[in-house]
């Protein structure tokens, strides 16, 4: 026979406290205590009943602060650190993509919701994923500061799928984009900046934050320990993108003479910069670039399809060059080399040299 829950009281009753979905002013649990002279059994379907009406909502505190406007608030107070373009990154999806919210409680949110916001960006792999992301996080806060009952996260969010943006720029130069490097006719500036990520592998803010100093041409490398970012058009200088970004990375050959050079004719202490000032503006390297796609003939191309080539030339000298060691080069972790060039090292195994070497007499 099996063993009550719960026992009666002196007084008759079966009793049980129970949270009833909200909480006190400290953020503490709230419950309730459902009491019955009936039996055991009749408690524990009291107990199962309210326990249902929490999951549902149904007695959930309402809130009036709606969802665009709590966003907001998370976004000044979760998101206070946040680099600017990141902070630009969730202002615009905040007004414009979760304008479709501000009529909506946080408390209130539903999947139909969710999914009415990504179905307006419907056409916008890129814009749908950033969109889905900031969901996510606001409603995660919302549970924290006791907006939404945890369970609701994954009633919401369970089953919602976006497609992922097909980056263009995860390609290595092409065989005229490589000959234009060498043949074009860059200015100056062009041409260090083009030598730079094509010889270096940097990254855009890494090479323009770049100082005559960062450079030991005696011993052929630079240092990478900071990066130039721009707020709108106004450029600020920050850390690397990571504690990895902070290297040494050789300067090659075929690049090394000219940087040197560059170096020592540049009156100023940054080797890129606007006129006028002692940093690049964005507006200043959107023309620069511009002029470098022209002279090379590659409307489409990107600073990053050159670190994607530096790498994947890496990645063709295993074992010269160690996994770890490109990772270190590229400021990058050994997880990321692995999962974006792994068909690049597939490609170069040899498993049955490896075995007759491994096991030769």
């Known amino acids: 026979m099996a063993t009550a829950k719960y026992t009666k009281g002196k007084d008759g009753y079966f009793q049980a406290k129970v949270w009833d979905g909200t909480y006190t002013e400290k953020g503490v649990k709230h419950r309730v205590t459902l009491r019955t002279k009936k039996s055991s059994r009749a408690l524990e379907e009291m107990v199962r009943e309210m326990e249902e009406k929490v999951r549902n909502r149904d007695v959930l505190r309402e809130s009036k602060v709606s969802v665009q406007e709590y966003a907001r608030t998370w976004l000044d107070i979760y998101k206070h650190d946040a680099e600017l373009n990141t902070k630009a990154m969730y202002r615009r999806i905040i007004e414009v993509h979760m304008d479709i919210l501000k009529s909506v ?40 500061d006791k907006h939404i009952a945890p369970a609701i996260y994954m009633e919401i969010f369970d089953g919602i799928r ?67 970012a721009f707020d709108e058009n106004t450029p600020y200088i920050k850390s690397t993108k990571s504690q990895n970004g902070i290297r040494e990375v050789p300067i090659p050959s075929n690049v090394l003479p000219f940087l ?102």
């Not at 408390?107 to 889905?132: F, H, I, W, Y």
């Not at 074009?184 to 592998?201: E, S």
Request: with cysteine.
């Open 105 to 144: 409680p946080i408390s209130s949110l539903r999947k139909t919701d969710v999914l009415m916001c990504l179905n307006a960006a419907s056409g916008k792999a890129r814009t749908q994923e950033q969109l889905l992301l900031t969901l996510k996080q606001v409603v995660k806060a919302a549970i924290t």
């Open 162 to 228: 976006v497609k992922k943006q097909h980056k263009t720029d995860k390609r290595p130069l092409t065989s005229e984009e490589k000959a234009a490097v060498f043949s074009a006719d860059f200015t100056n500036t062009q041409k260090a900046f083009v030598y730079i990520i094509y010889g270096c592998g940097l990254r855009r803010g890494e090479a323009l934050a770049l100082e005559r100093s960062d450079f030991d041409f005696k011993a052929k490398k630079l240092t990478v320990d900071k990066s130039l």
């Open 260 to 361: 040197q050079e560059y170096c020592r004719c540049i009156s100023q202490p940054r080797l890129f910069c606007t006129a006028g000032k002692d940093i690049m503006t964005k507006s200043s390297y959107v023309k620069l670039w511009a002029g470098i796609r022209q002279k090379m003939g590659s409307p489409d191309l990107t600073a990053h399809i050159f670190r994607h080539n530096y790498c994947t030339n890496l990645c063709y000298q295993i074992p010269t060059v160690s996994i770890k060691k490109i990772a270190e080069l590229l400021g990058d972790n050994e997880k990321m080399v692995i999962e974006v060039y792994n068909h690049i090292i597939l490609d170069k195994e040899d498993a049955q040299t490896a075995v007759e070497m491994a096991l030769k007499a």
